[in-house]
DNA sequence: TTTCCCGGAATGAACATTCATTCTATGGTC
DNA sequence: GACCATAGAATGAATGTTCATTCCGGGAAA
């Protein structure tokens, strides 16, 4: 029973560090099951197929990180606040597991995740009621969602792979920094 | 002697297309060749592997992209306009040969790309002597420019998407106004 | 015994790459 | 000009490799 799940666990992790890793081309069935610990038929057990397996690679990111960047997240407090808090938190939990953030780079950018680009807006749901509201307040500069977006995770997403490649080094200090500019670019 | 070139240039675009429109997976040689209106074996006459050929494929579109951002660049004008100006070629650039993009967003994202993140580094080249003035001018915000350039091209990148993927209508005004907010990010 | 789950060898499709052969262009000879 | 010889470019069928997926024998659980 736990044996299934723990299978499966196995066989998602295996596939998010390969990929991460090497890329989708570079990992065939095979190496998952290798590192899963696990045959290569069983893998065809748990999902119909790779791209399912890869869905579902997606789907358990996905899940986590909404997890994280939502925590500790209080609407009652002052807006600038609250857009501190989120920018750290996605700071935070795309830099904690660099695997998921290069896992989700390739997804996103292959063909794979274009139809799931819409999803973005699951990640950004909480930003979404404060650009909403910072519009309303008239602290926010008075432009399209979509450009609000753009001028944070544009940089945040660029930032970190600039880190990730050993080209920036970002630290906590740092982050703040950044945060601050990102404010800078969407105050009005 | 001019069919040569040709026959590499037909190459070339038709890897640039497929590639762009189906990913790195899912264009074999033999669609190249046929788009390309040659025989299979006729890409090993040219590129030694598939691997050469797509980086030959990038080191194209870089040449022609430098060429289009530098147009009309006068270093001599006053710094915010000719941040402005850098800003707007880019924006032309990559919005006026959407293949063009998004081979550039895969390749990047790719473990070709890693290699040749640095090269970055020549498409903004111009944007980093602007940085390194606009620094010493206390105009800007004194923080490595590696920051700057995600707080510049995390949104121009990350904007070209969405308006791509048909979310976000970019027009002129629209990207003025969002060349101001980037300056906003990063002046001091 | 029956049922279910595993592993991993076996299969076949999809590819990248090669190479024997066919073309083409050039220039020498009459 | 007509003819031929040669070099080197182009071709695509053939090859070998790399996978995704299937299948079957074996063993654990019931």
């Known amino acids: 029973m736990s044996q299934n799940k723990d299978r499966r666990t196995a066989i998602l992790e295996a596939a998010l560090g390969l990929i991460a890793e090497r890329g989708f081309h570079g990992t065939p069935a095979s190496l ?19 791209d399912e ?14 997890e994280i960047i939502t925590r500790n997240y209080d609407e009652g407090r002052p807006f600038r606040e609250r857009f501190v808090h989120l920018c750290r938190n996605v700071y935070h ?5 660099p695997l998921e953030f290069r896992f989700l780079e390739q997804y996103f950018d292959s063909p794979y995740g274009v139809e799931q680009r819409r ?3 699951n990640l950004s749901r909480p930003f979404g009621r404060l650009f909403f509201a910072g519009k309303g307040q008239q ?7 979509k450009m609000l977006y753009s001028l944070v995770f544009g940089p ?6 600039e880190h990730n490649a050993g080209f920036l080094q970002l ?11 990102l404010w ?3 105050r009005r």
């Open 139 to 145: 602290v926010l500069k008075d432009v399209p969602d």
């Open 119 to 121: 999803r973005l807006d």
């Open 184 to 186: 800078d670019a969407i």
């Open 93 to 97: 939990c795309l830099m904690e597991n």
């Open 156 to 161: 945040i997403a660029f930032s970190i792979k």
């Open 32 to 50: 998952i099951a290798e590192r899963a610990g696990v045959g290569v038929g069983t893998i065809y057990r748990y999902f119909r197929d790779k």
């Open 171 to 181: 630290d906590a200090e740092r982050i703040d920094l950044f945060i601050g500019a």
């Open 53 to 66: 397996l890869i869905h579902a690679v997606f789907q358990d990111v996905e899940k986590r990180q909404i």
